[in-house]
Each structure stands twice: as C-alpha cells, then as structure tokens.
C-alpha cells in the first residue's frame, strides 16, 4: 500500500508539469546551460543542454517542502513557469525514505519522452490506472489521469478503471514496486534478468524514463556531498528535467556548484531564477539564506532586491533580516574597503544593545577597527569583553590601545590571552614592544617586567628584547643592557638597532675591545656603528632625521632610545665635566604674545576656576615665571572639551615643565592632546637639548652626542649647543673634532670658542707644574 501511496504522489506532480509545458528557456539563460549550444546540439563544456522543440513559459509555482519531495517533471518542462503540486515530506512512505543513494530524493518522478507524440488510444498504457485504483489512492489516480490527458488530447478516460483488465504481468508489477521504494539498483536487476530470460521483452519506456532522472539525481546529489562540482554541473546540464522549482534542492546545488568552480554569476543567475519563478515562502527564505553564505556582499543586494511583500505590511525576508545584517558586518570585518549600507550596520547596532550578545558588539568592533574609527571600536570591545572575555574581543580592545599609545593596557588585556592564537601571540608581543619603548620610560613593576621578559624570551621576540637594552640604558644598567642586546642579536644577527645600542654601550663601558669588534663585524652594513666617536656633520634643517635605536616609540615627542637620567628634581642647569667646565647654557623655546599680571597676581586654587580660565591664568603664571602654578592650572584647562583650548593647555604644560627642567615630565605633558607639527617641532627641539645637558651632566659624553644628533635634524644647532659638543669631543679625547667645533664657535666671535680652545690645549699639552 505504502509504495502505490509513493507512485501515485510522483503522477499528481507529474500531471500539474506536463499540462502546461510552455517555455523553459528562462532557465536555461538563467543557468547558462544554453549559452553555447553546438551545431549537433551535444552537451558542452559549459554545461549548455540539447535543444529541445518544446515552448513553455513559467508562472510562479507553490510548493511547501524545500528538498525532501516527490516530484514528477518531463525534461521539456525545466522549471516550467506553470504552478506544480507538490507532495511534502509527510506523505512520503517510509520504504521511499529509505531508499539506497538518495538520501534526500525519495521516491523520484519519472519524466515524459523528450519530444512527446500523440498516439493512438491502442498505445495508450494504462496499467498504471488499475495500478493506483487497485490501492485505493484516488489522487494519484486522477493524477495519472491528467498526465495521459496531456500527453494524448483525444484520449479518454475510462469511466472504472478497475474495469481495464488487470495487468497479468506480476513481475512488470513487482518492477514498480522497486522503483516505487528507491530500489533502482535492484530495478535495472530485474529488467536486465527479463530480458534475458524473455527475448524482445522491453520494460515499458515510462518506466525506463522515470528510472534514468532518478539514477541522474541520486549521482548528482552524491557528487554534491562529495564536492564533486564539475560533475553536479554536468549532471544538471545532462538531465533538464531536473532543474525544476518542484526540485529546489538540486536548484540550490547547482548554484554551489557553479559558485565553487568559480563561476559566481551563473550561480546567481539560479537564486536569482528560483526566487523569480518559485513560489514557496519557505524556498524563497531558504534560498536567500544559502545564497548569504555563498555569495558576496554586492550580489547579496542583487537578489534581496527580488524581495516580495509577505502580505502583513512586512517583506518576506524580514525574519532573517538581522541576521543577513551580521552577515554582511562580518564580511566588512574582512575587507576594509568594503562600505556597508548603514541600515546594516545600524540593524546590528541595535540588536548589540537591546540583546547584549558579545558576538554582535565584536562585530562592530572590528568592522570599525579595519576602517580606523577607534572610539567605536573601542566602545564595542570593552562591551564585548563585559560580557565575555574572549581572545577576540582582548586583541580587538590591545590593538586600539596600542594605536592610542595606551600599551600598558594593551599588555595587561592581552596577557591572559596571550597564547590563545598566532594573532593573539603577536598582539600581545608588540604591545610588550611599545611598553618598553614609552618615553619617558614607564615605571613597570616587577611582575610585569617578569612576565614580559619570560614571554620574549621563551617567543624570542627580538623587538622587545631590543627595547629592553634601551630601557636598562634608562635605569643605569649597561651591564644588563649588554646581555638583551646580545641576546637580542643572538637570535636575529642582522638586527642593527640590537648592534648600535650593544656598540655605544660597551662604549660606555669603556669596552674598546668590544666595540672595535662590533665595528669590524658591521663595518660596510652600518655607517653609525662604523663612524662611532666620530664627528657628526650637522645637517640642514629639513633634512630627514638619523635613523632612531627604537623602531617602534610610543610617544611622538620622543624619538631617542631610552638613555639614563638623573634626579629631574635636583637638575642643575650648569653642565658638569671631567676636568673641563662648560659654559652655562639655558633652554630657550618660543615665548607666547605677553599677558599682564593682572589676574593671576594671587594664589587661589586652580581646580575651583572652570578651564577657560585656568587656561588664561596658566599663561598669566607663566609671564610671571610661576611656572608650577602654571602646569596646576593647564592641568584643570585640559578639562577642555574643545580641541584648540585642549592643545594650548598641553602646550603651555609641557613649556612649564621645561622651564623648570623638568623635560620627562614636559614630555608626558605634550603627549595629552594633540599638537600642531609647529608645536610639537618645538618641544621635541627643546625635550633634546635638556636631555643632552642632562647626559652631560652625568658624563655621558656619547649619550649627549646622539641627543645633540638628533635636536640638529629639527633645528639648526645654537652656538651654546655647539659649545656643549665641543667639549663632549674633548672629554671623549676626540681632539680634532673638538678643535673644528671651537675654532667655529670662536670665528662667531663668542667668547665660549676660545675659551674651549685653551681647554684643549691644556689636554693636549698639560703643564708639569699644575
């Protein structure tokens, strides 16, 4: 019973085609199975398909099921425009579920002859009629009924058909019981052994016919889960009758089929004709859905815009619209150039903060991440990690910190996920990178220090290491500066920056062994380890600065590699000297248009006064030489919403900190708001020029040349600056560079030139009697 039940459907199916089969080469464009059709109309390379002299045209079809059908369609037929009845799932036997090979085609429809012909009524093979009547299914009886109706106009039913005479032929009878539960193996069996057994025994071609579309579906539906594209391609374009709405699975699998071997526009070109010419809610939804997975942004839009009404006020595809919304952020998240409609993203934008789930805030996250709108990226990381803490949404949040030169964060957020990923492990790396290399240095404890180093160590990263030299150059501790350098140069022996901080190092350390090897080693690969000690020529201003130790600085305004320092407190700001005393030299910077005393004459607290006003009364202090008054009040004017007031205060702070020696500090100041390239110019010129007196207080003579090296690229040296040079050449012994550098000085006609000049003398040529 159950198998007649599965026949019957397949001829309900195959009468609703065949009644009105009128053009199919809508589909046949649409696929580009037709585009090149050859002279003998053979199959070609493309997938084009023989012609075939039938017309049809195609209404829209309605269906319920989306691939698990029984269906019946004549290969004239392919996505015929006629409405086609369709049996669901639910009234699929379960032999024909069963059915070897196809798992999701059950009972398959058998199609008509190509080119069918009217034939006498004595042709007529109605055995199938007493088939069904004989179980009972009325449908699929009159379903019979229409397709032979269609196939011969003047043939007439008979009024019972229990009356045809029963088919005697029990073993034509147990052949479509085979086919009937999906058994074509043991069909072709059954036939093979007939004819050998009955010589000019022929099965009936209906039967022949339906058996070949099953076989075609069953091997195309195995090529598609076997990823055999070329072959589902060929298989449609061999068998039309397949590519019908009533079989929209084999629709949506061609379609992969093209997209996969790179021919994206056909495979369009098939969602584009299901949701054109099929009807079913469900199928149209479904198709939308597959095709987002497949397709890229751009030809997303082509088929949403085949969108229909649903008949409630709404669009048919309003169910999945959030989701195609993420679909589409996501593929921003992979391509910065890609522009994404702000509905879309404003789609996802609300369902981020009325549903809270991090998967959407990391979205948007990176979407706005890739297109540099770091507050929107940032706010959605910290709201992705609020929720959960994840790798992605730590290296999201580590890499806006680290472009804001917030790298202190950035490590402590990505420490945990450090070894989550490759990307995890080089964020996590390059923040350790740009901690260390923060001017001023930061001040790190000793946990974290110990965590980074262990990192870079067990990583061996050399960037880090390298800055970790610098950063015991800041502290003071050559000794332990040598080992990362080395280290450093151990696992990366071509890194130059690793060899000039180790060369000037061992220099400090009055290592001339040491260097004279490192010289030897790079001579011909580094012009500054070659020439070290030796006189710098000044540069024209404009020219391009001498490459920095750090490739990778946090803060703009500084560019030298971490050197030490002394008490900023207790700075003097005359210069000390191994036997040899420098004049006196003051850092001199641009003063701003005068402002009178009025109103700043006495002390009040600056954090009462609103920042307009502190900013006004910081400069007030400033012409008063008030100078930490002055960096209390910028600090309240930094409150400043307005960029312009923001960057006054900033400037003004850093000038006071300079005033009063204190250039780290001056530094940190500048870094608070952004600087015109005027301003910033100007306090990076003058942070040198203290440092260089700070190195040459200290008697860092080398340290002192390099900050002089590098304030010379900015500005032109000033003649006390030459001076400072002069005698750092002395100290270092670097006689005839000091004498070229005092002999100017004193052709300028100041008193500091000749007064070096005797100083070298005095080296060169010491008196007994002293």
């Known amino acids: ?69 029984i269906q019946a369609t004549a ?80 043939w007439v ?22 086919y009937s539960e999906g058994r074509y193996a043991g069909l072709r069996k059954a036939i093979a052994d007939r004819q050998a057994a009955e ?22 539906v195995n090529a598609s889960d076997l990823k055999q594209y070329a072959t589902v391609v060929d298989i449609g374009a061999n068998t039309p009758s397949l590519l019908t709405c009533s079989d929209i699975d084999i629709l949506w699998r061609v379609a992969e089929a093209f997209i996969k071997t790179n021919r994206t526009a056909r495979g369009e070109d098939a969602y584009v004709y299901i949701l054109k010419n ?117 290296q999201g949040l580590a890499l806006i910190l680290i472009a804001d030169h917030k790298p202190q964060e950035a490590e402590d957020v990505m420490y945990r996920w450090r070894n989550d990923s490759k990307d995890a492990t080089a964020t996590y790396l390059a923040a350790t990178a ?16 110990g965590r980074m180093a262990a990192e870079v160590i067990e990583k061996k990263y050399v960037p880090t290491a390298q800055e970790f030299g610098w950063y015991a150059r800041s502290l003071n501790q050559p000794q332990t500066a040598v080992r990362w350098f080395e280290t450093a140069l151990r696992w990366k022996p071509d890194d130059e920056p690793s060899a000039y901080g180790l060369v000037i190092t061992r220099n400090q350390l009055n290592d001339r062994q040491g260097v004279a090897e490192i010289q030897r080693l790079w001579a011909g690969r580094s012009e500054r380890i070659a020439r070290l000690g030796e006189v ?38 005359t210069s000390a000297r ?86 780290n500090n001056a530094a940190v100041a500048a870094a608070k708001a952004p600087l015109s390239h005027q301003r910033a110019a100007e306090l990076q010129v003058a942070i040198l020029a203290d440092r260089a007196l700070t190195a040459f207080s200290a008697k860092r003579y080398q340290e002192t040349l390099i900050y002089l090296d590098q304030r010379a690229q900015l500005q032109q040296e000033r003649i006390d600056l030459m001076v400072l040079r002069g005698y750092c050449y002395l100290n270092l012994k670097m006689y005839d560079d000091a004498e070229r550098i005092f002999n100017a000085v004193a052709a300028t006609g100041n008193k500091d030139g000749n007064r070096g000049l005797v100083d070298l003398r005095l080296a060169r040529h010491p008196d007994p009697s002293d």
Not at 434 to 449: G, I, R, Y
Not at 622 to 639: K, S
Request: charged share 20%; with cysteine; net charge negative.
């Open 536 to 573: 710098t020529p000044q540069a024209p201003i404009g020219s391009a600065p001498l490459p920095s130790p750090n490739q990778a600085l946090a803060q703009p305004l500084a560019t030298s590699p971490a050197p030490p320092e002394t008490d900023v407190t207790t700075r003097q700001r």
């Open 1 to 69: 019973m159950k198998s007649s039940l599965v026949t019957v459907s397949m001829a309900v199916v195959v009468a609703g085609l065949v009644v009105t089969m009128k053009d199919r080469g809508s589909l046949e464009e649409g696929l580009g199975l037709a585009a090149q059709i050859h002279a003998d109309n053979q199959v070609t390379q493309t997938g084009s398909i023989k012609r075939v002299d039938v017309a049809f045209n195609a209404p829209p079809i309605d269906m319920k099921a989306v691939a698990d059908r």
């Open 199 to 220: 010589t000019g025994w022929q099965p009936p071609a209906d039967l022949l016919e339906r058996l070949d579309v099953a076989e075609a579906r069953a091997r195309l």
């Open 578 to 663: 191994a036997g040899y005393s420098a004049p006196e030299t003051q850092i001199t910077t641009v003063r701003r248009r005068a402002r009178g005393p009025q109103g700043c004459s006495t002390t009040i607290n600056a954090e009462r006064l609103d920042p307009a006003n502190a900013l006004s009364r910081g400069w007030c202090l400033m012409d008063l030489n008030r100078p930490m008054e002055a960096v209390e009040a910028f600090e309240v004017a930094l409150n400043n919403p307005a960029g312009k007031a923001r960057e006054d205060a900033a400037y003004g702070q850093s000038l006071a900190y300079l005033r009063v020696g204190l250039a």
């Open 434 to 449: 740009n901690v260390m290399a923060l001017q001023p240095p930061a001040n790190l404890s000793e946990d974290v220090l």
């Open 157 to 178: 039913p008979p009024a019972d058909p229990l009356a045809i005479p029963q088919n005697s032929d029990k073993q034509l009878e147990a052949m479509w019981q085979l």
């Open 278 to 394: 099929c009807a079913n809610p469900q199928e149209r939804l479904a198709t939308i859905q597959k095709a987002s997975a497949l397709l890229s942004y751009q030809p997303m839009q082509d088929l949403l815009a085949l969108e229909k009404p649903d008949g409630n006020g709404g669009r048919e595809f309003d169910s999945i619209r959030t989701d195609l919304a993420r679909c589409f952020v996501a593929e921003g998240d992979d391509d910065p150039k890609l522009s994404v409609a702000p509905e879309y993203l404003s789609q996802v934008e609300r369902v981020a903060e009325t549903q809270g789930l991090a998967s959407d805030a990391l979205l948007l996250g990176w979407y706005n991440l890739r297109r540099e709108n770091h507050g929107e990226a940032e706010k959605w990381f910290r709201a992705a990690r609020n929720k959960d803490d994840s790798a992605s949404a730590s």
């Open 75 to 154: 290969p004239s037929a392919i996505l015929s425009d006629a409405p086609v009845a369709a049996q669901t799932m639910s009234d699929t036997p379960a032999a024909a579920q069963a059915a070897p090979d196809t798992p999701d085609a059950v009972a398959q429809a058998a199609p008509q002859s190509t080119t069918p012909q009217p034939a006498p009524h004595s042709k007529v093979d109605e055995s199938a009629l007493r088939y069904f009547a004989s179980h009972g299914d009325k449908a699929r009886l009159q379903a019979e009924i229409s397709r032979l109706q269609a196939l011969y106009p003047d």
